[in-house]
């Protein structure tokens, strides 16, 4: 358990599959007024979801599943190979309705548990990923709000730097989202929401230089 986490056990975990070490650390948000809601309903037999912690607005941490064990944060999706994302991964929950910035006591609670958590389990910078990464066409948190180059920063997730543009499906797959489960329309969506959040359009050479860049310097390693 984190050192400045509030201990709120759920019911809602297992053992992990195939694996005893996490590799990979998924961001969410609750999508819920309030923390105190979102930790009742995360803590609910009934609703068999979980995550292994929770962040609220002030930065108040609360740890509900054992790090060595599997919470149901992900559900169905993959990421660089790995189709139980569950078993590979660590899930942090923002309280966050999805409408609004993330207050900077949550952001820097999640930094310092992000740091925590990186140098005990040796994850890497570019296995920090969004829900939305994972789980293409279906959900989309941590969402467009979320500072995900103030995290890359602090090497604590990875950002894109200028390149020439590629091959984007393929510049995708290699960087680790499945190409398989999702289309062009599929991929790009969530490439912008977490890279380029507020371009429209269809793809262009700007979302593919973000891809060459980053499949050229973060190929991810595959399960």
């Not at 108040?60 to 991964?89: I, K, P, T, Y």
């Amino acid at each position: 358990m984190s050192r400045a986490a509030a201990w709120h056990p759920s019911p809602n975990f297992g053992p992990r599959r195939d694996t005893d070490a996490p590799d990979m650390i998924v961001l969410h948000y609750t999508a819920m007024r309030s923390a105190p809601d979102a930790l009742t309903l995360l803590c609910d037999p009934a609703r068999e979801v979980s995550a292994h912690y929770l962040i609220g607005a002030d930065g108040h941490l609360w740890q509900m599943v054992r790090e060595a064990d599997r919470a149901w944060h992900a559900g169905a999706g993959s990421w660089a190979g790995a189709r139980d994302v569950n078993s590979r991964s660590i899930g942090i929950e923002l309280s966050n309705t999805g409408a609004t910035p993330f207050a900077a006591p949550q952001m820097a609670a999640l930094e310092a548990l992000l740091r925590d958590l990186m140098a005990r389990w040796a994850i890497r910078p570019e296995a920090v990923v969004a829900h939305s990464d994972t789980a293409l066409g279906r959900k989309i948190d941590p969402g467009p709000r979320f500072d995900w180059r103030r995290l890359a920063r602090q090497g604590l997730s990875v950002w894109p730097e200028p390149a020439a543009p590629g091959q984007f499906l393929q510049d995708c797959g290699r960087f680790g989202y499945d190409c398989a489960e999702g289309g062009e329309e599929d991929l790009l969506h969530a490439v912008r929401l977490r890279f380029r959040p507020w371009a429209t359009g269809r793809l262009d050479d700007t979302d593919r230089a973000i891809m060459a860049d980053l499949a050229a310097r973060y190929p991810a390693r595959r399960a």
